[in-house]
């Protein structure tokens, strides 16, 4: 039978097969009311129909749609076998509907609580609050009152005359005042009569008008009118008291006293000194100012005096520091910036250099920087035959931007291409390996890794200590099985609805990792 023959009989036997199974594949339609909420969310292995193929459901799932591949797994061409019908949201036979104040909420019925717009139950406190209102009070009359214990009493009639009333101050603190008691003078003291009009209206021709109204304080200094009433109050100061023989303290007259009795006495200043005191002991280190400072000036307060100075960072031509004149009794003199520079630094300098036309360096070279001016800048430095430091022509040796492209190394250039290069590693073991194991010092990552492992079944752990962005692909070349299992904080997701490499030889599968979550694709022959 020759080639073409067999792929015409192999096309046919898959359109067969293509009929098959679109003509024996059939599943119940997928619905979205599959969830935790209605109790029948759909399981793994659950086979649904969706727009002519029949889906099988790989993780439990809410009614995730089928076209997510985590979820679901499309098998192939089918037939409906059932329309799945919704539940019902809506009231219909059997469901009952409320009027308010009753309500129903997801299954549950409840009633409102009552408010001014609202019929429904009372609260506790409403009640309480309802309870202790006051009862209703009692009906009188015009001739009743009701009284502080909220009953009713009767008004006493109104007296019209005197003789109505008694005159003993049984119903009072005083009796009524008759003719016989009143007087025409007003006397201090007397409370057996009272005043007649016209003495009272002689006592009040005789009284004190007030003066205006002013605030209320307590002042050492006041003003009085012609009538003795207050019109005013102030504080007192010294201006308005007249000085004795005790004056006044002034600034002038403080600075204008004399210092009668000053004598030079030595001591601390304290926060106790009289003004004499502090004066005598001013003169005291003035008067002894040469002998306790200049006798006692050494090398080491004379250091700490000049560390204590004030540093400047930036010193100009104009500045100028303290020498000793060896030439003149090693007296302190100073001497500018410029003057240091120009008459003696740099002659130095010149007579040193004027020695060195063509410097030669043994031992260790200490100099900040070795200037070539003949030279170009930004080029690799070498020694040439002749032992003179030159900078390297870029024709033939690499410039600076190329020799900074191997930056980083951490090994030969040669061995890091070299391992590059491998693409196929063959890892032979009888034992359990994981995503960390290498062949001949190349490890999975990035490569196609052919598994040898005999007629033993072994795992392959996959670990979050491999690289960040692990990809690899299989290829299972033993008899036995080879397990893919999640290592410490790794999470394994299988693809494929399996975790067992179990083919014949050949079989492969391909595993990559996002974050801590690797994903696995088995395809078993």
């Known amino acids: 039978m020759t080639i073409e023959q067999l792929q015409r009989e192999n096309n046919c036997l898959k359109e067969q097969i293509m009929f098959l199974l679109k003509y024996c594949l059939t599943a119940t339609s997928w619905s979205p009311n599959h969830t935790n909420a209605n109790n029948n969310k759909y399981q793994k292995g659950t086979l649904v129909w969706y727009e002519d193929y029949v889906y099988e459901c790989l993780v439990a799932n809410n009614s995730i749609p089928v076209n997510n591949e985590y979820y679901w797994h499309k098998i192939n061409l089918g037939h409906l076998l059932a329309q799945e019908v919704p539940i019902s949201t809506t009231p219909g036979p059997g469901i009952y509907s409320f009027v308010s104040p009753l309500v129903e909420e997801n299954e549950v019925v409840s009633i409102l609580q009552a408010a001014i717009n609202q019929d429904g139950y009372l609260s ?23 009284k502080g214990d909220l009953t009713l009493g009767t008004f006493p009639s109104i007296p019209t005359k005197t003789s109505d009333l008694t005159n003993d101050g049984s119903d009072g603190t005083n009796p009524f005042i008759t003719a016989n008691v009143l007087t025409s003078t007003i006397t201090d003291g007397d409370i057996t009569h009272a005043p007649n009009g016209k003495a009272v209206f002689d006592a009040l021709a005789l009284k004190l008008d007030k003066n205006s109204t002013i605030t209320g ?13 207050v019109t005013s109050g102030a504080d007192a100061t010294t201006d308005d008291i007249t000085e004795g023989t005790n004056l006044y303290f002034t600034t002038a007259r403080v600075l204008a006293t004399l210092l009668a009795g000053l004598s030079a006495s030595s001591g601390t200043f304290t926060s106790s000194d009289t003004i004499l005191t502090a004066f005598g002991k001013i003169k005291f280190l003035i008067d002894n100012i040469a002998s306790t400072y200049q006798a006692i000036l ?27 004149d060896s030439a003149d009794l090693n007296k302190a003199k100073k001497v500018s910036l410029t003057n240091l ?25 200490t100099t900040p920087a070795i200037i070539v001016s003949s030279e170009t800048a930004s080029r690799i430095a070498i020694i040439d035959t002749s032992k003179n430091i030159k900078s390297a022509d870029t024709t033939t040796y690499p410039n600076l931007t190329e020799l900074s492209y191997i930056k980083g190394l951490t090994s030969s250039a040669q061995s890091q291409i070299t391992a590059n290069a491998v693409n196929v590693i063959t890892i032979t073991t009888s034992i359990s390996i994981d995503t960390d194991t290498t062949s001949g010092g190349y490890g999975q ?43 410490s904080g790794a999470t394994l997701v299988q693809l494929s609805g399996t975790a067992l490499l179990s083919g014949a030889v050949g079989s492969k599968a391909c595993l990559s990792r996002n974050g801590n979550t690797y994903y696995l694709q088995i395809t078993n022959y």
């Open 124 to 146: 506790a406190i409403d009640w309480e609050t309802f309870n202790n209102k006051q009862d209703a009070l009692p009906v009188g009359n015009s001739s009743q009152y009701l």
């Open 217 to 229: 304080a307590t002042k050492t200094k006041i003003t009085y009118d012609s009538k003795g009433l």
């Open 298 to 324: 050494t090398e080491v307060n004379f250091g700490t005096f000049s560390s204590g100075l004030t540093s400047k960072t930036t010193p100009v031509d104009a500045d100028t520091m303290n020498i000793s």
């Open 341 to 365: 520079y120009d008459n003696y630094i740099k002659p130095k300098i010149d007579s040193v250099f004027a020695t060195i036309s063509s410097p030669t360096f043994t031992g260790t070279v």
């Open 445 to 487: 990552h990035g490569r196609h890794t052919k598994i040898s492992n005999g007629a033993n079944a072994i795992n392959l752990t996959v670990q979050t200590s491999s690289n960040a962005d692990f990809v690899a692909s299989y290829e299972k070349i033993g008899s036995s099985t080879i397990t893919f299992v999640a290592g």
